[in-house]
């Protein structure tokens, strides 16, 4: 076993080493020229002389402006999605996958690879096309006429011989050295780019003048347009297809992400990168327009399209070469990335038709290569690149509206798993790009862009339908499903405001006593025999058809998770709202986490029954005569206490039964006032009040289970922490014991909340006091959130502070005014501040804070990461899990040592047939491991592994509360883990230790996760 574990990690070891060499480019050689290469391509050097030629310096500038717009506004929603989460192989197919969905992320990566595997016939075309435009300007030196065709279809079978030696090369050698050649070929295209603006400025000082004539020198003939047919096709231009052959030169935007699992920190480098590969490209587009515009005759460059090389310095040779392999370096760019995006399609198992395509294993893209040149070479055939290029345009500016539709639903929607680090991204920004790129899809060909569309529609039905047919369980967490409950979120929120109104003054119409409100149509009896004839239907059914009915149709995924929280209320006997601090921290957590809030108030009538009722008790008990020797026993043999009994039954039912005036009164009156609050908290969302005569906990359970429709049922209950927990009487030190009411009223609560989490949902405890800000208050200097992380929980205990910090309330006045730039928004919100605690001495420090400070870059939380080490040699572990889920610490020997395969595990992304999944899965709850545990793989070290051990946990719960007392002095909340309720657990231990952990504490908010994932490292 030893050797077998030593060899695994060995194993794994060198898998992380080699993770590590593979993440070791920077922002200029991994983004920065990559996407300058693309950009910098045929269109600079073979067209735009020409374009400005017929469209004039002017409105050439206006296509450049418009252009780079575009790609402006897509660099920002690009930035946004890079911010928000992990990129992996596939690019950006990768990123509109992940973020819109399969349906509709596939079929943009579909039309994203068409439009980059065009660019790569596009180049090709540009090669040859080079090479005549050389021949041709070389026979007529001489005073040969040359038409450019050396026989018939020279062009084509040209193009498929460099297409298939391209392929060969790839194919043969593999990627591995397409990096180092693309940066050799970049060092030419420089060069060439240096050679012609040094020939342009000479040739207007008159110092040179190359392949020109001294009549081809003139100025300001080319400031406005001057459309002519072109003298090689015939085709008169106009202002659109000017716009359509210039743009491709801008489309090289997404190159930059190619190699975003190399990077050492994409979401820092892609950003940087690509803007100023966007800066300097439109710059260098941008003087040549003005230097070649400005100097050279507009007939000549209307004829002479690579006039960029005839008038070059030192001489034009190094030019028409250097384009010639500018153009083989893209290629070979193009045959690198595109069968990685197909192949990455494929493998996603969505398209049925792309089967043979999918990898038959790791890094295989053989068949994706052969095919990606089949269809570049296909389109060579029209043999110009004039007509390759309209169609390019239009399937990147189709994937730039892709991109900024889905950055600007997420954005508008804002679902908790939407949390871009990117400091200048805005949703409307992402609709401006949105209505930009598909504006300029429409303006350039409306029937192209229309086929286009509906292709698009047309494929993203198809994956739906052959998802549905396939039925492999995958869940993808659409961005569809996040917009359709925010649609019905909001219906239904508007709803509650247009049809409940609040009253200033609480009244009720007389006229309404004594109406009968029992009007039910089926009675008890009829659901009783309902259910049996029901259960007797279904005796038959499987667990299988069980979880087929629970998990088929759910398209559900953690980074779509928000609180819907249902908020228990404490009202007093007479309906009035006691703790309102409750409906702050509610109020606050529904609008940052834009769920639905259901609050629900239930009354207990039993002392206001029992205090109405003595009177005409004891005069009706106490006014019967009875026999001195009876035992006093009343002629119906019960005694009097029995009698009593009896007679407060019946008096309870009598009053607090809902066909009730009084009680259908007293609900609408509580009803009214809770109303009201929830009006000044700002909060949206539906309020109930009920009434009980005594059996208060039996009622929240059956709130629990009763309320919601559907999916939007509350999967958080918010309550207070209970009034009774009252630690009076019989003292001996630091013990306390309950009353014999507060165990009985523990114990039930207790019990609702074991149920509660049985039914899947999660609990939030809350003790609040008058220090926590409600609605309109402002926090000096930005409030502060201490989150005591001792449990993993799915992510909750995370989740809820850092939706909390993005709270108005939260954000702090500085100056006394409120910051509302949202475009630069670094340090808004709430300061957090994150205890790991350990709970072992074998545990490392220094690697648990690393690991835990990476694992909140990860899911774009920022935190102040601290480590407590004081706990490591208590059993607070023991109190704050179930410890039967957990036999024993993992050890090194059966956890991974790979930090990304620890963190994909604990995230709920496991890899297929992963023997350390299958054994989380099967032996360790994630959801039960401290954070040690959590990350083992890291933070284990060998060491002693004994603590002392305190049978009521009162030790733990000490030490504990004069942490948080001493760290979190400062704190305007602490948020902490529920202790777990272990079965048969007593209720008086339980709450003896939560009362010690949070004495003398203002604030604490008590999270228990359900164990379903609630945050996720991408969106």
């Not at 005549?132 to 001489?142: G, M, N, P």
């Not at 869940?475 to 019905?488: F, H």
């Not at 040592?897 to 032996?923: C, F, Q, Y």
Request: proline share 4%.
């Amino acid at each position: 076993m030893t050797a077998l574990s030593s060899g695994t990690a060995t194993v794994q070891q060198h898998h992380d080493n080699n993770v590590e060499q593979r993440r070791n480019l920077g922002t200029i050689s991994g983004v920065y020229l990559p996407s300058l290469q693309s950009i910098l391509g045929v269109i600079l050097f073979l067209r735009l002389t020409h374009i400005t030629s017929q469209a004039g310096i002017v409105y050439t500038t206006l296509l450049l402006l418009i252009s780079t717009a575009s790609t402006i506004l897509t660099w920002s929603s690009l930035s946004a999605i890079v911010t928000n989460g992990d990129i992996k192989s596939g690019g950006p197919y990768y990123i509109i996958s992940r973020t819109l969905g399969v349906d509709i992320g596939c079929s943009l990566g579909l039309l994203y690879y068409i439009g980059n595997t065009l660019s790569g016939s596009l180049f090709v075309l540009g090669a040859v096309e080079a090479v005549q435009h050389s021949i041709r300007a070389y026979y007529a030196r001489w005073g040969y006429g040359f038409s450019g065709h050396i026989f018939p279809y020279d062009v084509q079978i040209t193009s498929l011989a460099i297409v298939a030696a391209m392929t060969g090369s790839i194919h043969v050698g593999g990627g591995r050295y397409v990096t180092v050649l693309s940066n050799f070929f970049l060092g030419v295209t420089a060069l060439s780019i240096l050679f012609m603006f040094l020939g342009c400025i000479f040739f207007i000082a008159g110092w040179h003048t190359g392949s020109l004539q001294e009549y081809d020198r003139s100025f300001h003939e080319n400031t406005w347009s001057r459309y002519e047919p072109d003298p090689y096709t015939g085709v008169l231009p106009d202002i659109y297809s000017c716009l359509a052959l210039i743009y491709p030169s801008v489309t090289g935007l997404l190159s930059g992400m190619a190699k975003a699992d190399q990077l050492k920190n994409p979401r820092k480098s892609i950003p940087t990168g690509m803007f100023w590969a966007i800066v300097t490209s439109s710059a260098i587009y941008l003087m040549v327009t003005w230097l070649f515009g400005m100097s050279i005759s507009n007939r000549t460059l209307k004829v002479d399209k690579f006039v960029t090389a005839s008038v070059s310095f030192p001489h034009e040779l190094p030019v028409r070469i250097g384009v010639v392999m500018t153009c083989f370096g893209l290629v070979l760019g193009t045959l690198a990335t595109a069968p990685a995006l197909i192949a990455a399609v494929a493998a996603d198992e969505v398209l049925p038709f792309l089967s043979f395509l999918r990898p038959r294993y790791e890094g295989d893209k053989t068949r994706a290569l052969w095919f990606t040149s089949a269809i570049i070479g296909l389109a060579t055939l029209p043999g110009s690149l004039d007509h390759i290029s309209p169609f390019v345009t239009i399937f990147y500016l189709l994937m730039y509206s892709g991109v900024n539709a889905a950055t600007c639903i997420s954005g508008y929607v804002r679902p908790p798993g939407f949390r871009p680090t990117f400091r200048y991204f805005h949703w409307s920004v992402s609709f401006v790009g949105f209505v930009w790129c598909m504006g300029l899809a429409f303006l350039i060909s409306w029937l192209g862009t229309f086929c286009s569309v509906l292709s698009f529609v047309l494929m993203g039905a198809y994956i739906k339908k052959s998802r549905r047919l396939a039925a492999t369980g995958m869940k993808w967490g659409t961005l569809g499903s996040a917009v359709r409950y925010n649609i019905v979120s909001s219906a239904l929120n508007s709803l509650a405001k247009s049809a409940s109104a609040v009253p200033t003054e609480v009244t009720l119409s007389m006229s309404e006593e004594g109406r009968q409100l029992n009007n039910s149509i089926i009675s008890a009896e009829d659901v009783s025999v309902l259910s049996s004839n029901v259960g007797g239907g279904v005796t038959d059914i499987t667990p299988e058809e069980v979880a087929h009915l629970h998990s088929s149709h759910s398209d559900f995924h953690a980074k779509n998770w928000r609180p819907q929280i249902l908020t228990i209320v404490d009202v007093d006997a007479n309906g009035n709202p006691t703790n309102l601090r409750t409906l702050s921290l509610a109020s606050q957590l529904q609008q940052a986490g834009k769920g639905i809030n259901m609050v629900i108030a239930i009354i207990d009538q039993s002392s206001t029954v029992m205090a109405a009722s003595v009177a005409s008790a004891v005069e009706d008990i106490c006014g019967e005569t009875t026999s001195p020797d009876d035992d006093h026993s009343d002629v119906s043999g019960l005694s009097r206490s029995e009698r009593w009994r009896n007679e407060e039954e019946s008096l309870s039912a009598a009053s607090s039964g809902m066909d009730h005036y009084d009680t259908i009164k007293l609900i609408k009156r509580s009803k009214a006032l809770l109303m009201l609050q929830m009006k000044r908290e700002g909060m949206d969302g539906f309020a109930e009040v009920s009434t009980t005569d005594g059996k208060f906990f039996e009622a929240v359970w059956s709130a629990v289970i009763h309320t919601g429709l559907g999916p939007l049922s509350p999967n958080s209950i918010l309550l207070s922490l209970p009034s009774f927990l009252k630690f009076e009487g019989n003292r001996s030190g630091d013990s306390y014991c309950l009353h014999r009411k507060s165990r009985t009223e523990a114990e039930n609560y207790l019990r609702t909340i074991n149920g509660i989490l049985n039914l899947g949902k999660a609990v939030i405890l809350f003790k609040s006091s008058p220090s926590y800000p409600q609605n309109g208050d402002i926090i000096p200097d930005r409030g502060t959130i201490d989150i005591w992380w001792i449990v993993h929980d799915g992510g909750l205990l995370l989740l809820l502070p850092f939706l909390l910090s993005k709270h108005a309330v939260w954000l702090g006045a500085g100056d006394g005014t409120r910051k509302k730039n949202r475009l630069r928004r670094k340090t808004i919100g709430a300061k957090l501040r994150l205890f790991a605690v350990t709970t072992s001495p074998r545990e490392n420090t220094e690697k648990l804070q690393k690991a835990v400070t990476e694992h909140l870059e990860r899911v774009r939380i920022q935190a102040d990461v601290t480590v407590v080490e004081d706990l490591a040699r208590t059993d607070i572990a023991r109190y704050m899990r179930d410890e039967t889920s957990v036999d024993e610490i993992p050890s090194r020997d059966i956890m991974t040592n790979s930090r990304d395969e620890t963190m994909r595990d604990k995230m709920g992304i496991s890899r297929p047939n992963n023997p350390v999944a299958s054994l989380r899965k099967d032996g360790i709850s994630t959801h039960h491991m401290t954070l040690g545990e959590v990350f083992a793989s890291d933070c284990y070290e060998d060491g002693p592994s004994n603590f002392t051990n305190s049978d009521d946990g009162i030790q733990a719960a000490s030490m504990l509360n004069e942490m948080v007392r001493r760290e979190s002095r400062d704190a305007n909340l602490v948020v902490t883990n529920l202790p777990f309720i272990r079965k048969d657990h007593d209720s008086e231990e339980y709450f003896k230790f939560l009362h010690t952990a949070c004495k003398g504490i203002d604030n604490v908010m008590l999270v228990r996760g359900s164990g379903a994932e609630v945050i996720t490292a991408y969106a």
